[in-house]
């Protein structure tokens, strides 16, 4: 899918009303089917940026999805590289308010009724002479740990059924909206698009934003750590793609990357270097296209000492613990003249030869006995 659309052409009576042939859209709302059907309605509403009729787009992204549709017009959509319908960032798939925090651009749409049905015809015309570009902005260090690299289709899935939560739902199965209970009433859930648009007042950016912000991790009390830890590492992040993100705060004494457990272990030569890595990376660290947390290794000392005695199976020496494979813990073997222990079962007798006990200490033959004579 191309990510620039179409040029506007002039085709109604009232000014130049916008046509195009497909919507810009991002991958999340577009779906994860291949095979997509959409139907196409001209100036079927008013752009809710700049109030001018445009080209609506509806269509299904999946089988279990909500029917989506464009909600601005192609214009608006360029002038902020931004989605159509969930109007977040095309290259970053963040809200308008994070990327301009992060990059540090101020805006210059209008925001007025009366200069931004002027300023929309205008940029408009120079989009399509080409006198104006949009497209990929530099991206920042906020930018590249926030960055949504893989589509979220769960943003896709209906609505919450209002008669459910009212219990007065009868359709079941059938209805073809969530029967959940919708969460607690908070900020979240209001919204508005043209916030969403301009990047102000937005309580999704406020809330990706102060989860952006390093938190200081506090150094631990022992002197002697000097090892840091990174968490969420697949198989696409390196030994030697850590080496160069790390090298440069200081001599590295090892780095052990654990594939089955997802982490890796930074251990730098001394105390210092640790922490100026981490007050240089902070909370998070992209690798590789790859965020990964980051913290304080624990010391030797806090470490928990690996018990040799727990299982009978531990490299072949030691004695069960209580509660291995929920099998009574069996007694140590005795010593050379010691007293016997004490016999259970009839077996555990060789003498026996599978008779009852009782049976021998009464004198009398055994079945077994008996039948052989």
Not at 29 to 37: D, K, T
Not at 92 to 115: C, G, K, T
Not at 158 to 174: D, E, L, M
Request: net charge positive; glycine share 8%.
């Amino acid at each position: 899918m191309a990510t620039k659309g179409l040029g506007s052409k002039k085709g109604a009576a009232q000014g130049q009303w916008e046509q195009s042939d497909f919507p810009i859209v991002c991958e999340t709302c577009l779906g994860e089917n291949p095979y997509l059907r959409m139907t196409k309605e001209p100036f079927g509403k008013e752009c809710k940026v700049c109030n001018r009729p445009f080209t609506v787009f509806r269509w299904r992204p999946g089988p279990k999805a909500r029917f989506k549709k464009t909600e601005i017009c192609m214009t608006c959509a360029q002038l902020k590289n931004v989605c159509q319908t969930c109007l977040l960032d095309l290259q970053f798939n963040l809200p308008v308010q994070v990327r301009d925090e992060a990059v540090e651009e101020p805006d210059m749409i209008p925001q007025s009724d009366v200069h931004r049905e002027y300023f929309a015809d205008q940029a408009q015309k120079k989009l399509a002479a080409g006198e104006v570009t949009w497209g990929k902005a530099e991206p920042s260090h906020m930018l590249s740990k926030l960055a949504r690299h893989t589509p979220y289709y769960k943003r896709n899935l209906p609505h919450i059924c209002s008669f459910f939560v009212k219990g007065t739902c009868n359709r079941g199965a059938q209805c073809p909206y969530r029967h959940e209970m919708p969460p607690p009433e908070s900020e979240m859930s209001k919204q508005n698009i043209k916030d969403r648009y301009y990047g102000v007042n937005d309580p999704v950016a406020k809330k990706m934003l102060e989860r952006a912000k390093d938190k200081k991790i506090s150094a631990p009390e022992d002197q002697t750590i000097t090892t840091i830890y990174l968490g969420g590492i697949n198989g696409l992040v390196s030994e030697q793609d850590i080496r160069g993100v790390f090298y440069s705060y200081g001599e590295l004494q090892s780095i052990n990357v654990v594939p089955a457990s997802k982490c890796a272990f930074v251990e730098y030569t001394t105390r210092e270097s640790a922490e100026a890595a981490i007050n240089g990376v902070g909370a998070t660290v992209q690798i590789n296209g790859q965020n990964l947390r980051v913290s304080w290794g624990r010391s030797s000392g806090n470490r928990q000492p690996r018990d040799v005695t727990a299982g009978a199976y531990n490299h072949g020496f030691g004695a069960p613990s209580a509660g291995f494979f929920n099998m009574p813990v069996a007694p140590p073997p005795s010593a050379m003249g010691a007293a016997q222990p004490q016999q259970f079962y009839p077996s555990m007798n060789p003498g026996a030869m599978g008779s009852k006990p009782e049976e021998l200490s009464k004198g009398g033959k055994s079945s077994t006995s008996s039948r052989h004579q």
